[in-house]
């Protein structure tokens, strides 16, 4: 699952029912909504955009997650 912190990243926002993440630290983080991302990445070949679906908004987090 993709998570980010930054909700002006997100598209096509959808809402979720009361749906929680546990941390690292066990504390539980609350998914507010999930959507599509575009997404930059930094390659050897320079900089890709890259689209992700599906990514949780939880505003609580330290850091955008992107599952591999």
Known sequence: THMSKTKSILHNLKATK????IVANNNKLTVECVGDAS???STDEGETK???KNVEYVPQLCANLLSV
């Open 18 to 21: 009361c749906k929680e993440v």
């Open 50 to 52: 890259t689209y992700s």
């Open 39 to 41: 997404v930059f990445l």
